[in-house]
């Protein structure tokens, strides 16, 4: 088993920028994907980035330009630093974490929420 705690979230004006983190409880096995969904009142979550153990990122159109996810292996921590945001941008922000043991196992964390507005 593994946590996941995000943190970083707030409220913010358009424009402007926000870190999300998720910090794992241990450390985590050699290969894995760690990614950022999100899910706004009335929408489906949706993917918002992910990076792998191997340092591959893949973002969803939205975001392109304006988010970066990266992970510190030795904090067992991923980061999705979020520059010029917008009003559509609001939503609880979530982590997963999916992990190869034999299988992959899948792990969600809490949520952190994003308000953008003036």
């Known amino acids: ?21 998720c910090a794992a409880s241990r450390s985590i096995f050699s290969i894995y994907t760690m990614a950022w969904y999100r899910q706004a ?21 939205s975001v392109k330009g304006r988010f970066t996810i990266s992970r510190d292996n030795a904090k067992n921590t991923a980061y999705l630093q979020m520059n010029s945001l917008k009003p559509e941008d609001t939503a609880v922000y979530l982590c997963k974490l999916d992990e190869l043991r034999g299988i992959y196992y899948s792990y969600w964390g809490q949520g952190t929420q994003v308000t953008v507005s003036s």
């Open 1 to 21: 088993q593994v946590q996941l705690v995000e943190s970083g979230g707030g409220l913010v004006q358009p424009g402007g920028s926000l870190r999300l983190s």
């Open 41 to 61: 009142p009335g929408k489906q979550r949706e993917l918002v980035a992910s990076i792998t153990s191997g340092g591959n990122t893949n973002y969803a159109d």
